[in-house]
């Protein structure tokens, strides 16, 4: 299956620590370029992402993002650091002793950094239910890259067929041009009452009809539409070997072009370069 190179998925993650939500997104691209925007608490995380896009994206500007927000209400309870407490109140003892015996508040001692602590809920846990989200929400990208890349193909085998239809047009014009070209040199020697050997006049118009023939360019042409199909039902990522072959059919058009003397021959060469810059242009977003 072709897949296109641009492509957008978004999954949110719910657990009783809160809730985080998972962007991915991504352009054209010759080489694959990975790009995270992680909280700072899961930045540990960020190999293992990089590995997972590696493994099942070829090319593309890939941006990863991560939206987390911590569940305020899903803190455990409180926890007193007796020991840390228990100092705190000795050394707050001798203080009073040395100022007149003034009272210690408790408040102040728990509000003592380390006194009181709230355990942190488990990140381990966390990670893991983070990367379980990661890999739904890369499934649904490659799905909506290979979904947009269906799309691509269709078009491209539209422009295929137009382009063996405009070959066709051209084929059947071929020997109606060559008689009209022979017909048209015979009557200016008439005109101007110039009498020449017939024998060199066949070679002098076997020579033209050679220099106009473009049997081999509407061969190739037919060819690299057969390839560019068959190089689509092979899917996979064939973005850089389906723009060699636009450069092959731009070739052949070029050629095309140059040996027209017809204004049909001519309107089937601009043709058929519409139809070659339309695919390139789609091509540039396949893997």
Not at 34 to 52: A, K
Not at 53 to 74: I, S, Y
Not at 216 to 231: F, G, M, Q, Y
Not at 236 to 242: I, P, S
Request: hydrophobic letters at 40%; one cysteine or more.
């Amino acid at each position: 299956m072709i897949h296109s190179m641009t492509a957008f998925s978004r999954f949110e993650v719910k657990g009783d620590w809160g809730n985080a939500v998972w962007e991915i997104r991504s352009v054209n691209q010759r080489f694959l370029e990975t790009y995270f925007r992680l909280p700072e608490q899961f930045r540990s995380i960020e190999p293992l992402l990089r590995e997972r896009f590696r493994k099942q994206l070829n090319r593309g500007k890939v941006e990863c993002n991560l939206r987390f927000n911590a569940n305020p209400g899903a803190k455990n309870d409180l926890a007193l650091n007796e020991k840390l407490a228990l100092q705190l109140i000795q050394h707050a003892n001798w203080i009073n002793e040395q100022t007149l015996n003034s009272k210690i508040n408790p408040l102040e001692v728990m509000r003592w950094p380390g006194v009181m602590e709230a355990a942190e809920a488990d990140v381990s846990v966390i990670q893991a239910e983070l990367l379980a989200g990661f890999e739904q929400a890369l499934k649904d990208f490659i799905s909506a890259r290979a979904s947009e890349g269906e799309n691509l193909k269709v078009m491209i085998e539209q422009r295929l067929d137009a382009i063996s239809s405009e070959a066709d047009k051209v084929q059947k014009f071929m020997p109606e041009i060559i008689e009209w070209q022979r017909k048209r040199i015979t009557d200016k020697f008439a005109d101007a009452n110039i009498d020449l050997d017939s024998t060199r006049v066949e070679q002098e118009l076997v020579l033209l009809a050679q220099k106009m023939d473009v049997a081999e360019e509407l061969d190739r042409l037919t060819s690299h539409v057969s390839e560019t199909k068959k190089i689509l039902i092979k899917g996979g990522a064939q973005g850089r070997r389906l723009d060699f072959m636009m450069q092959e059919f731009n070739r052949e058009a070029n050629t095309l072009g140059s040996k027209s003397i017809n204004t049909d021959v001519t309107a089937s060469a601009v043709e058929l370069k519409v139809l070659i810059e339309q695919m390139r242009e789609q091509i540039a977003n396949i893997e």
